[in-house]
């Protein structure tokens, strides 16, 4: 029995380890350009986790005994498709004493797939990809070795809202004494022990503090292995800080307290080359413009014939805009610029959404399948293309974003033209903070940053200041696309009304207390900077 268990706790941890492992390759860097391709190195990974191992495993030879309330309580890895179980049966017991039910998902998904086996291949791939874009080195387990006397998991130590798990590392190496002891106090839940061993008193079981003690330094090394903590206040998200300390000697660390992530995956097929009609949306807003917006669709419709159009339109007399793979939506009049992209990108099903102007014109160059590949292969969840103007200037609009701490007045937000590196593997494109008007993005992205709907007129930045920190962007000068209109835009702007652009914020009417109250507020900034 307590065998069993043991080697289970073993695969519990383990498995939490090689999690780990995956995401960690080490990949030899290049010269040219930063490699953020989804594989993360990390040198000696074995090693490292050679060494959680040992300091989590030690003292084989020490017995121990199960208690069984409290292991069944730990998470087990592995959950089953079974519905709860019926303990009497009464009329109307289903009604009074609802039961737990069981849908098999991957049963009822797959029996009338044609070729389940790709589904569930592509699925796992999908997952792998998302897992190898949320990973972050902090997550990872760590554990402090004993340099004071305390040995305990720095980081990457989780639980589930009110569930049950075993503290990894904890440990005490001091010198020759009568008696050996160990505190531990938690704020949001209680410590246990999963079993107990001889020689060792255990003071607050079931507490939030608990009290360790021993004669045997050994013996309390070994009792420490089995000490579980389960969370007691619930909060979707959050941590618990927990003291463990011994005589003359105090530490902290922190268990994460958070349900597991769930993953938007899309099902968008699977084929050799990317297939732009199952993964790509293109969305656009028009105002005023239908004649445009026909050169625009005609345009796509000669390389992509197949592939969605979402159009959000606010025209005080909105026309008809018909044909296959087209989706119109009409909204009030003169909702504004992000209110009908927020529209646009709600209506999307497809895992990437490509903005554009409804007075841009695809060419040979507007290839979306490279824009595809690098969202697929990077950690980036949003690239910017190229815009090629009347006059043959093409602008790719790039700029840095930083936000400077102020104090009590707010902080300062600087824009500056350029952009942070070059990607490896990628010489046309470079990792910034804001692009051009023409991009692609992960559709779950940019849904979590939002367009501001409040703001309907000359606005651009703001999006990408909401999105600084949350989006991974990127920009690539080798898409292309044609702008059909003589408008100026503020990427082909002359010296004189860049002088004016730098005032842009500071124009007349409306819009122009909107963007300071926006900045001002929102964004609590008390100054912005620009080039
Ligand atoms: C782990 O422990 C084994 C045996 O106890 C030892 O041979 C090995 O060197 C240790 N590895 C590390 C990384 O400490
Ligand atoms: C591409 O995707 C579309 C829509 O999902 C589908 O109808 C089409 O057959 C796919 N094309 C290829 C070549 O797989
Ligand atoms: C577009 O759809 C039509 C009709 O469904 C199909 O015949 C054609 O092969 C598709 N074209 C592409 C490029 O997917």
């Not at 200037?393 to 840095?400: I, S």
């Amino acid at each position: 029995m307590s065998h069993k268990y043991m080697k289970y706790f073993k695969l519990t941890l383990l498995a939490g380890l090689l999690f780990v492992v995956t995401f960690c390759f080490w990949s030899p860097s290049s010269s040219v350009g930063v490699n953020i391709h989804r594989r993360q190195g990390r040198l000696g990974q074995k090693l490292f986790n050679k060494k959680i191992e040992n300091l989590t495993f030690g003292y084989p030879d020490i017995e121990y005994h199960i208690k069984d309330d409290v292991a069944r309580s730990l998470a087990q890895n592995s959950c089953v498709c079974l519905p709860g179980e019926e303990t009497f049966h009464i009329p109307f017991s289903n009604l009074l004493f609802p039961r737990v039910w069981a849908h098999n998902l991957q049963h009822a998904f797959l029996e009338n797939h044609p070729d389940p086996e790709i589904v569930k291949r592509h699925r796992a791939q999908e997952y792998d990809n998302f897992q190898r874009r949320v990973y972050s080195p902090a997550d990872m387990l760590n554990i402090a070795e004993a340099n004071s006397p305390l040995q305990y998991p720095t980081q990457g130590v989780e639980v589930q809202p009110l569930k049950t798990i075993l503290i990894p590392g904890l440990g005490l190496k001091q010198k020759e004494k009568s008696n050996y002891r160990v505190h531990l106090t938690a704020t949001l839940g209680t410590f246990n022990v999963a079993a107990t061993v001889d020689m060792v008193s255990v003071v607050g079981a079931g507490k939030k503090q608990m009290m360790l003690s021993s004669p045997l330094l050994s013996s309390l090394n070994r009792q420490l292995q089995f000490v579980t903590y389960t969370n007691a206040v619930f909060h979707p998200k959050t941590a618990d800080s927990i003291q463990f300390a011994t005589e003359g000697h105090q530490s902290f660390f922190t268990i994460k307290v958070g349900h597991r992530i769930v993953p938007k995956l899309y099902n968008s097929g699977h084929s050799e080359e990317y297939n732009i009609t199952s993964l790509v949306t293109i969305a656009t807003k028009t105002f005023l413009r239908y004649d445009k917006l026909q050169d625009l669709i005609d345009s796509i419709r000669q390389y992509y014939p197949n592939v969605t159009i979402v159009i959000a339109d606010d025209n005080e007399h909105p026309q008809p805009v018909t044909g296959p793979h087209i989706e119109h939506y009409i909204m009030p009049f003169g909702k504004g610029w992000f209110a009908g992209r927020n529209l646009a990108v709600s209506q999307v099903t497809t895992k990437y959404v490509l903005w554009v102007d409804d007075d841009f014109i695809f060419s040979a160059n507007t290839k979306l399948e490279k824009m595809v590949d690098i969202l697929e292969k990077t950690t980036l969840d949003l690239v910017g293309g190229a815009v090629r103007e009347v006059t043959g200037y093409t602008a790719t609009y790039r700029h840095t974003i930083s936000v400077e701490e102020g104090g009590p007045d707010g902080d300062c937000l600087h824009f500056r033209n350029g952009f942070h590196h070059v990607i490896e593997g990628y010489p046309s494109c470079v990792v910034a903070d804001a692009v051009i008007n023409f991009f692609m993005a992960r559709t779950d992205k940019v849904r979590q940053v939002g367009f501001d709907p409040r703001l309907s007129r000359a606005a651009h930045l703001e999006f990408f200041v909401d999105a600084l920190g949350s989006l991974h962007i990127g920009s690539c000068s080798d898409v292309i696309i044609n702008h059909a209109s003589k408008i100026i835009l503020p990427w082909s702007k002359t010296k004189t009304q860049k002088t004016y652009e730098k005032f842009r914020y500071t124009s007349v009417g409306v819009d122009k207390n909107l963007s300071n109250e926006i900045y001002y507020f929102k964004n609590r900034f008390k100054c912005m900077t620009s080039q």
